[in-house]
């Protein structure tokens, strides 16, 4: 029976192992995060305005999981789902995943 939680507990590793691998560079999420800041606010600090959440502070893998969901059509693809709309495109601009961890380095250094 105990064998039998191997492949499950194999496969949770290797979920978690991509979490923890970020490696994002904060400088250079701050360039990137310029184009953000029209939604999110120039610290991270969200703008009701706009509908843009709150972003600084967040951790790493969480942001890095939702732009990449955004980037990949997971999110942002629901015809009712109007600020997903907008927000899909927008992770368009960062063209890798270095550029994704960057952004996710830089918000989650910054305090709200």
Sequence with gaps: ?????????????????GIAAAQGDPERGRAWYAVCATCHGENGEGMQEMNGPALAGREEWYLVRQIQNFKDGVRGTNPGDIYGLQMAPMAQVLPDRQAIEDVAAYL?????
Excluded at 9 to 16: C, E, H, I, P, V
Excluded at 108 to 112: G, I, N, V
């Design 1 to 17: 029976m105990k064998l039998a939680l191997i492949p499950a507990l194999a496969a949770l590793a290797a979920a978690f192992a």
């Design 108 to 112: 989650a250094s910054l305090e709200y």
